[in-house]
Nanobody, 129 residues
Framework: QLQLVESGGGLVQPGGSLRLSCVASGFTLDYYAIGWLRQAPGQERKGVSCISSSDGSTYYADSVKGRFTISRDNAKNTVYLQMNSLKFEDTAVYYC??????????????????????WGQGTQVTVSS
C-alpha cells in the first residue's frame, strides 16, 4: 500500500544527534514536497523543516535553524532530517509528510494538515539527560 515509513527516533542526550529517515513505499517522492512536522507534549503539530521537489529550496523553523538539516535522495525515495545539538525542547513525535509541490516551501511547511497527502506513522524523539 501507499505509505511513508519513518525511522531513526530514540532517546538522546542534550547536545547529541539523530538522523530521521522517511521512505516512501508504493509511490515515488519525485514530484512531492516533503516536510517534517513535530508535536511536543501538550502542543500543536508544527512544521519543522520542508524541502521542495525540484530546486532544493528548504525551510526551517526558527527554533531549529543552524541545527537541523533536511535533505532528500530521490533515487532512494527517501527524505532525511539530520538533527544536531539537540535540546530538551526538541522532544516530540516527528512526522514525515508529502504533498504535491505547488507552492513555496515556506507555505508548504505551514499549510493546514488536511492538505498533506501522505503521512508517516510518527517517530518519537526524546532529549533527556
Amino acid at each position: 500500500q501507499l505509505q511513508l515509513v519513518e525511522s531513526g527516533g530514540g532517546l538522546v542526550q542534550p547536545g547529541g544527534s539523530l538522523r530521521l529517515s522517511c521512505v516512501a513505499s508504493g509511490f515515488t517522492l519525485d514530484y512531492y514536497a516533503i516536510g517534517w512536522l513535530r508535536q511536543a507534549p501538550g502542543q500543536e503539530r508544527k512544521g519543522v523543516s520542508c524541502i521542495s521537489s525540484s530546486d532544493g529550496s528548504t525551510y526551517y523553523a526558527d527554533s531549529v535553524k543552524g541545527r537541523f538539516t533536511i535533505s532528500r535522495d530521490n533515487a532512494k525515495n527517501t527524505v532525511y532530517l539530520q538533527m544536531n545539538s539537540l535540546k530538551f525542547e526538541d522532544t516530540a513525535v516527528y512526522y514525515c509528510v508529502a504533498v504535491t509541490d505547488w507552492t513555496t516551501v515556506q507555505e508548504i511547511c505551514r499549510m493546514p494538515e488536511y492538505e498533506y497527502e501522505y503521512w508517516g506513522q510518527g517517530t518519537q524523539v526524546t532529549v533527556s539527560s
